[in-house]
C-alpha cells in the first residue's frame, strides 16, 4: 500500500528517492573515508618522538609516509621544511593544514543541500499534487490527501536523517582537524628541540677542535 501511494505522488517522489540513494552514498562513503584516516595520534607522536630523539629525520619522514592520514602529512610538512624559520613553518603548517581539512570536508556540502531542499522539494510536490487533482471530482478524500501529502512526508523523512547525518560528519571532522592541529604544533616543538640539539652538538664539536 505504501509502495502504491509512493507510486503514486508524482515525478517529484522520483526526485527524492534519487535525492535519498544520493545521500546515502554520500554519507556511507565519507564514514570509511573518516574511519580509515583517524589515528592513533599519542602513537605517531611518541614514535616520532623517540626517532628525532636521534636526529633521525629520514626515519621519521619514512614513519609519516606509512601513515595514511592527514594528520601525518601535516606532520610530514614540518618535518620537510624543519631548517626555514619557525614562523615559515608554522605558516606551511597553517597551509597543509587548510588543506587537509578542504579534503576532508569534500561531498559534505552535498548532503547538507539535501537535507535541506527535500522538505521544500516534498512540499514543491505537495502542492502540485492538490493542483493536480483540485482539477477534478475527489470521491475519496482519505486517499486524495494521503498521495497529495506524499511527497512532503517523504521530504521530510529524507531531509532530517540527512541533516542528522551531515552534522555528525562535521563533528567527526572537527576531531580530526583537532587532533591534526595538535599533532602539527607538537612536531613544530619536536624538531626545534632536534634543531637546538644539532647546534648544541655542532658548537661542542668546535670547541674540542679548538
Request: aromatic content about 4%; glycine content about 10%.
Amino acid at each position: 500500500m505504501l509502495a502504491l501511494t509512493l507510486l503514486q505522488g508524482g515525478p517529484m517522489v522520483w526526485i527524492l528517492l534519487a535525492a535519498s540513494a544520493l545521500g546515502v552514498v554520500v554519507f556511507v562513503e565519507r564514514r570509511l573515508a573518516y574511519h580509515r584516516v583517524q589515528i592513533n595520534t599519542t602513537a605517531l607522536l611518541g614514535g616520532l618522538k623517540n626517532v628525532l630523539g636521534q636526529s633521525n629525520l629520514v626515519e621519521a619522514i619514512g614513519i609519516c609516509d606509512a601513515t595514511p592520514s592527514p594528520t601525518a602529512r601535516v606532520v610530514k610538512a614540518v618535518l620537510e621544511n624543519h631548517d626555514l624559520p619557525r614562523e615559515e613553518v608554522r605558516e606551511i603548517l597553517e597551509q597543509h593544514g587548510s588543506e587537509e581539512t578542504a579534503r576532508l570536508e569534500d561531498h559534505l556540502g552535498v548532503l547538507a543541500t539535501i537535507g535541506q531542499i527535500a522538505p521544500l522539494l516534498g512540499l514543491l510536490g505537495a502542492v502540485l499534487g492538490f493542483m493536480e487533482t483540485g482539477e477534478t471530482v475527489v470521491t475519496d478524500h482519505h486517499l486524495h490527501f494521503a498521495t497529495s501529502l506524499m511527497p512532503l512526508a517523504f521530504g521530510l523523512a529524507i531531509g532530517v536523517p540527512c541533516y542528522v547525518g551531515y552534522n555528525h560528519l562535521v563533528s567527526v571532522v572537527g576531531g580530526i582537524v583537532l587532533d591534526m592541529e595538535k599533532a602539527g604544533l607538537s612536531a613544530l616543538q619536536m624538531v626545534g628541540e632536534m634543531n637546538k640539539s644539532s647546534r648544541k652538538g655542532r658548537q661542542t664539536k668546535s670547541a674540542s677542535k679548538k
